[in-house]
């Protein structure tokens, strides 16, 4: 069974530009999170999806904002971009089942602001 | 907001030995979670205890939930130089859905297994 995969591995852009990152979720997974890894301020989470629609964020500006597709498959999109956005970005599923159920990751997209 | 805190920061064990990791939480959860993380890397899942739960094993991993002291610990037996790698615990808030929403991770503990 394929694992959760984000592309791309890394992108790096310059203050102002915009960036998508792209999450595929396990087959048969319908939930989508996305997280933010910064050096020095740990895992946050950003935005989580589920059946095609964003059902909460965590506490980050309306610049990032994302979508889920109808086959699950979920894109992040960061607007304006700014030096402090450089972090590792990753997507984790989970089955839509809502019992005690883990989230599975990928391994991340590496954004990097010049 | 870094609900759950880790303990200690880092820790360095030689192989062979266990190693044990502590985390703390502030609010009512529905479950917790711990992962590992190889050098910036995604995050592996490694076990779910729910609150209903008070320890919880697997292979050489065993982790113990105290909800009325809001923590948890989790032990690695015989260690490995493989085992080296970040752990976090991340928690799941009661709410809609029970426990859906986004995880919140602690800052996590370093370990380090020296051959």
């Known amino acids: 069974e394929a694992g959760v995969t984000q592309s791309p591995t890394h992108l790096i852009k310059t203050r102002g530009q915009q960036a998508t990152l792209r999450c595929s979720p396990i087959?048969?997974?319908?939930?989508v999170y996305w997280y933010q890894q910064a050096l020095g301020l740990g895992l946050q989470f950003l935005l989580w999806?589920?059946?095609?629609?964003?059902?909460n964020r965590g506490n980050f500006p309306p610049r990032f904002s994302g979508r889920q597709f109808p086959n699950y498959s979920s894109e992040l999109n960061v607007n304006a971009l700014e030096l402090e956005d450089s972090a590792l970005y990753l997507c984790?599923?989970?089955?839509?089942?809502?019992?005690?159920?883990?989230?599975?990751f990928g391994d991340g997209t590496r954004l990097s602001i010049l | 907001s870094q609900q759950g805190e880790e303990d200690p920061q880092a820790l360095s064990i030689q192989e062979g030995e266990n190693a044990t990791m502590n985390c703390s939480y502030k609010?009512?959860?529905?479950?917790l979670q711990w992962y590992r993380q190889n050098s910036g890397r995604g995050l592996v899942h490694l076990i779910l205890?729910?609150?209903?739960?008070r320890e919880k094993h697997s292979g050489r991993l065993r982790v113990t939930l105290d909800t009325s002291k809001k923590s948890s610990s989790l032990l690695i037996t015989a260690s490995r130089a493989a085992d080296t790698a970040s752990y976090f615990c991340?928690?799941?808030?009661?709410?809609?859905?029970?426990?859906?929403?986004?995880?919140?991770f602690g800052k996590g503990t370093h370990l380090i297994i020296q051959p």
């Open positions: 999806y589920d059946e095609g629609e964003e059902r």
């Open positions: 984790a599923s989970r089955t839509g089942d809502y019992s005690n159920q883990p989230q599975h």
């Open positions: 991340a928690t799941a808030s009661l709410g809609i859905g029970g426990g859906a929403d986004g995880l919140t």
């Open positions: 087959s048969g997974h319908t939930s």
């Open positions: 205890i729910r609150s209903n739960e």
């Open positions: 609010t009512s959860i529905n479950n």
